[in-house]
């Protein structure tokens, strides 16, 4: 393969989690190819009728012609289409695009299989979102993890039951040192709740304590996680990394929602198990024998689908 340096054009909208898809993705491109990655900011769709109109982007015009134009959320798509018509380059698009945008408007539209797109043309599904973790290579078979979340759109909150959840963990599996943190969602109160359930080997971390990167850190090490199903994209982390993931369980607003589909793909691949079906054998599934990680099989689809047709690769 061609080692050439690639320069990337990243739309960036300056929310987390989208900009943690495309920096899962970036970092797997980049591990294929030395990149040169420039910060580009989102214009509106005045920004971007002025852009059409005038035949110009401005912003970039001190930037060397791009390889790649990537963006993650709908502010992105109108700087994304407008640097793809005025400098070139091959654009994607994470997540599903906006109403008003034609998916072949893009190279390549990647999104979740929960967003219902179906797979063909220029749409790639994935199973969840994007992410930076990198899979395990050694874990801690006394170390465990629970990341714990709470109400959002899809899940309600039931304080006791998870706390019942949380102690059955801990109580059947006495040899293992827990880390329990919450989430901005979390209800307040609850870590203290954790407290004072008095649980053996149970550490309580409030999330806002916790330094940048602490979960990926921890995933690396714990063989035994835990995650409330509310808290999606921590659940394709804790799989992506690894190590065997039970799912605690709040109660869904809906018995099925699009999110709750992409869960139930993963118990019936043996990749989680949700904490019902635990209680019956206190055994958490085996790590997959074959890796599960998006970033990488999405960053050989670009390379195969995009850069080789264009000599890049």
Not at 23 to 33: T, W
Not at 207 to 234: F, H, I, K, N
Request: charged letters at 20%; a neutral charge; proline letters at 6%.
């Amino acid at each position: 393969m061609n080692r050439k340096r690639l320069t990337v054009w990243w739309v960036k909208d300056g929310k987390p989690g989208h900009e943690n898809q495309v920096r899962g993705l970036l970092s797997a491109l980049e591990r294929r190819f030395p990149l040169t990655i420039e910060e580009v900011a989102p214009i509106s769709f005045f920004g971007w009728l002025s852009g059409m109109v005038f035949n110009r982007y401005s912003a970039t015009d001190a930037l060397a012609d791009p390889h790649l134009i990537i963006g993650a959320g709908h502010a992105t798509h109108s700087a994304i289409l407008l640097a793809r018509r005025q400098r070139g380059g091959f654009s994607i698009v994470l997540m599903k695009p906006a109403w008003w945008i034609n998916n072949r408007w893009f190279n390549l539209c990647v999104t979740p299989e929960h967003d219902d797109l179906y797979e063909a043309g220029t749409i790639l599904n994935t199973r969840g979102v994007l992410n930076t973790i990198q899979p395990a290579t050694s874990l801690d078979q006394q170390a465990g993890l629970m990341l714990v979340g709470g109400p959002s759109k899809h899940h309600g909150w039931d304080s006791e039951e998870m706390l019942e959840q949380i102690r059955q963990v801990v109580e059947r599996n006495p040899d293992i040192a827990w880390t329990l943190t919450d989430s901005r969602r979390t209800p307040v109160g609850f870590l203290e709740q954790v407290a004072a359930l008095n649980l053996a080997g149970m550490t309580t971390i409030p999330c806002q304590e916790t330094p940048q990167g602490w979960v990926a850190e921890q995933l690396s090490r714990c063989r035994w996680v835990w995650v409330s199903e509310d808290s999606v994209s921590m659940v394709y982390e804790a799989v992506t990394a690894g190590g065997s993931v039970g799912i605690l369980t709040p109660p869904r607003r809906k018995q099925e929602s699009r999110i709750t589909r992409g869960l139930e793909s993963l118990v019936a691949d043996g990749l989680v198990m949700p904490f019902d079906r635990w209680t019956l054998t206190n055994r958490l599934p085996p790590p997959s024998m074959t890796p599960f990680h998006e970033a990488e099989r999405i960053a050989e689809a670009v390379v195969a689908r995009l850069f080789k047709k264009s000599g890049d690769a």
